[in-house]
């Protein structure tokens, strides 16, 4: 169970954070939710796809580590073997939270960062500290603060992007099958792709539209990593001795 406060230089200045990759830290994930201002970053490492929410309906793209639950093949002892790490994990264990403020009798909210407290990296031992000795934050803490905007425009983003591909019928859901080199055959189901065919049929007027967005880029980005579905394989096949 998550214990997310409000982070402050007092109650927290002795407080450190991990940032070496294991399982012991939760990383062992097959996925990560991503967005299209990152895409570019991603598709040069992990498979783009396309999720919906069970409870909500809602799709979302997420970068792909593994091919079933809690396997991450990029995960080794105590590193993450990609030059590109996904911010949603990067950011980890801190998140935005929102806080009431009241401005010339106008209530107001804004960003504010949290921290988890309860989360296997922090800790007062060992890590990266959050705040100088004598007050202000450390470089890694701002950078933390600028993962967690960037976050936070790319899901805004996110939703406007999906809705697009949504509004021109552009996802379809996609079966992956597996072959190891035992010979053994594997299914992945439940996700959502580009509909390469229906966007071959957009018009001018909505490919322009989708462009000026940056929203064309995205698209083909998305298409392009699934090359990296086969070194996502090769790295199974390799964990499993094959």
């Given at each position: 169970?998550?214990?997310n406060?409000?982070?402050?230089s007092?109650?927290?200045?002795d407080v450190?954070?991990?940032?070496?990759?294991?399982?012991?830290?939760?990383?062992?994930?097959?996925?990560?939710?991503?967005?299209?201002a990152?895409?570019?970053?991603v598709?040069a490492?992990?498979?783009?796809?396309f999720?919906?929410?069970?409870?909500?309906?809602?799709?979302?793209?997420?970068a792909?580590?593994?091919?079933?639950?809690?396997?991450?093949?990029?995960?080794?002892?105590?590193?993450?073997?990609?030059?590109?790490?996904?911010?949603s994990?990067?950011?980890?264990?801190?998140?935005?939270?929102?806080?009431?403020?009241?401005?010339?009798?106008?209530?107001?909210?804004?960003?504010?960062?949290?921290?988890?407290?309860?989360h296997?990296?922090?800790?007062?031992?060992?890590?990266?500290?959050?705040?100088l000795?004598?007050?202000?934050n450390?470089?890694?803490?701002?950078?933390?603060?600028?993962?967690?905007?960037?976050?936070?425009?790319?899901?805004?983003d996110?939703?406007?992007f999906?809705d697009?591909?949504?509004?021109?019928?552009?996802?379809?859901?996609?079966?992956?099958?597996?072959?190891?080199?035992?010979?053994?055959k594997?299914?992945?189901?439940?996700?959502?792709t580009?509909?390469?065919?229906?966007?071959?049929?957009?018009?001018?007027?909505?490919?322009a539209k989708?462009?000026?967005?940056?929203?064309?880029?995205?698209?083909?980005m998305?298409?392009?990593?699934?090359?990296n579905?086969?070194?996502?394989l090769?790295?199974?096949?390799?964990?499993?001795?094959?």
């Amino acid at each position: 169970m998550a214990n997310n406060v409000l982070l402050n230089s007092i109650d927290h200045k002795d407080v450190k954070v991990v940032t070496e990759r294991s399982q012991k830290y939760g990383d062992n994930v097959w996925y990560s939710l991503t967005f299209p201002a990152e895409f570019r970053s991603v598709q040069a490492y992990y498979p783009i796809f396309f999720n919906k929410d069970a409870n909500t309906g809602q799709f979302f793209a997420v970068a792909l580590f593994g091919f079933q639950d809690q396997e991450n093949l990029f995960l080794t002892d105590n590193s993450w073997e990609a030059p590109y790490l996904p911010l949603s994990i990067a950011r980890q264990p801190f998140l935005i939270g929102l806080q009431k403020t009241n401005e010339d009798g106008e209530d107001k909210e804004q960003r504010v960062l949290h921290i988890d407290m309860d989360h296997p990296r922090v800790n007062q031992e060992h890590g990266k500290a959050l705040f100088l000795e004598f007050g202000g934050n450390t470089p890694y803490l701002d950078t933390v603060a600028d993962m967690l905007e960037a976050i936070h425009h790319g899901i805004v983003d996110s939703k406007i992007f999906i809705d697009l591909l949504i509004e021109h019928e552009l996802l379809e859901t996609f079966t992956l099958d597996l072959e190891l080199n035992d010979n053994s055959k594997h299914q992945m189901v439940g996700f959502y792709t580009i509909n390469e065919e229906k966007l071959s049929e957009l018009n001018t007027e909505t490919l322009a539209k989708l462009h000026a967005r940056g929203y064309l880029q995205a698209i083909y980005m998305a298409i392009a990593s699934q090359s990296n579905i086969r070194g996502l394989l090769n790295r199974k096949n390799r964990k499993l001795g094959l």
